[in-house]
């Protein structure tokens, strides 16, 4: 089993199936039915907690990823600003003209080609930026659905609970219900 968020899981997963073994022993048909949709709500509820925990990890993964793209951006933004102040320093000593205006030409060329290339560096690394910043909406959307999904299950599965203190079937029904919504949400984080 893996291991769960809070002791409370743990034991919420333990009363699922002491429940089930109530209903396994009962031999009524309306708690057995009951007894089996808590098991299946209980495996349900736990992938789509586990799935939802892993979209929330990915989703700061990629924040960090991006946060760390925008400073490595900044940084060749200022290598960028830092060449083109160079090269104008460069280009104005040429233009007084003067034995060296040669070489501060040469040497102005030459920061112009770092300018260019810092700032091809400042480009590509904000596109992976934005890439990131994309993923993590991603798997932040698709958390929050998750959480709903969650959500809706544990619902179920308290719900259900209530045809087996009840002995009503309507409980039953309705946590069959919450469910399929449930289920429906899930599914949807992954459109």
Do not use: C
């Not at 586990?50 to 940084?75: H, P, R, W, Y």
């Not at 040669?102 to 290339?117: L, M, P, V």
């Not at 890439?131 to 993590?136: D, E, N, P, T, V």
């Amino acid at each position: 089993m893996a291991p769960t968020d809070s002791p409370l899981e743990e034991l919420e997963h333990h009363e699922q199936a002491e429940h089930a073994a109530h209903g396994a022993r009962s031999g009524d048909k309306l708690i057995s039915r009951v007894t089996l949709t808590i098991a299946v709500l209980a495996v349900l509820a736990a992938i789509s907690a586990s799935l939802e925990n892993s979209e929330s990890d990915a989703a700061i993964s990629a924040k960090n990823d991006a946060v760390l793209a925008q400073d490595q951006a900044t940084d060749a933004w200022g290598l960028a600003n830092s060449k083109s102040l160079r090269k104008k320093v460069y280009e104005i000593a040429a233009d007084r003209g003067g034995a060296r205006s040669g070489a501060y030409a040469r040497s102005a060329a030459h920061e112009s080609g770092d300018e260019r290339r810092a700032q091809s560096q400042a480009l590509a690394l904000e596109r992976k930026r934005d890439a990131a910043l994309g993923r993590s909406e991603r798997h932040e959307r698709r958390h929050g659905r998750l959480t709903v999904a969650s959500t809706l299950l544990h619902m179920a599965i308290a719900i259900a609970t209530l045809a087996i203190i009840l002995t009503r079937r309507w409980p039953w029904v309705a946590a069959v219900a919450l469910s399929a919504a449930g289920l429906a949400a899930g599914a949807w984080a992954f459109l």
